[in-house]
């Protein structure tokens, strides 16, 4: 089985920056599509931004367009985001997951999901 952890969550004041890494291990992460997720307290899980494994099709919900960026390094099995001109809103606990043939925006449809990390912006 894969297993995905995830780092590089914090606080951060409004318009700043975050990188958040998931390191993949235990399987052929090359092969995997890979998203990010994030749920905030009372909300449903949501779709942030997906890659598939040979970095011809990249997804980007509407609410981070311009702002994030989703990429991935195969070679040493990590995925990315780096989130710029975060906002308040962007507070959640942030997740990788991985599946196998494309990428798609939903969260059911993926088969590996890390423990999160907790981005917290405050104003």
């Known amino acids: 089985q894969v297993q995905l952890v995830e780092s590089g969550g914090g606080l951060v004041q409004a318009g700043g920056s975050l990188r958040l890494s998931c390191l993949a291990s235990?399987?052929?992460?090359?092969?995997?599509?890979m998203g990010w997720f994030r749920q905030a307290p009372g909300k449903e899980r949501e779709f942030v931004a997906a890659?598939?494994?040979?970095?011809?099709?990249?997804y980007y919900a509407d609410s981070v367009k311009g702002r994030f960026s989703i990429s991935r390094d195969n070679a040493n099995n990590r995925l990315f985001l780096q989130m710029n001109s975060l906002e308040p809103d962007d507070t959640a606990v942030y997740y990788c997951?991985?599946?196998?043939?494309?990428?798609?925006?939903?969260?059911?449809?993926?088969?590996?999901w890390g423990q999160g990390t907790q981005v917290t912006v405050s104003s």
């Open positions: 235990g399987g052929t992460f090359g092969s995997y599509a």
């Open positions: 890659i598939s494994w040979t970095n011809g099709r990249i």
């Open positions: 997951a991985g599946r196998r043939l494309v990428a798609t925006m939903t969260a059911h449809d993926y088969e590996r």
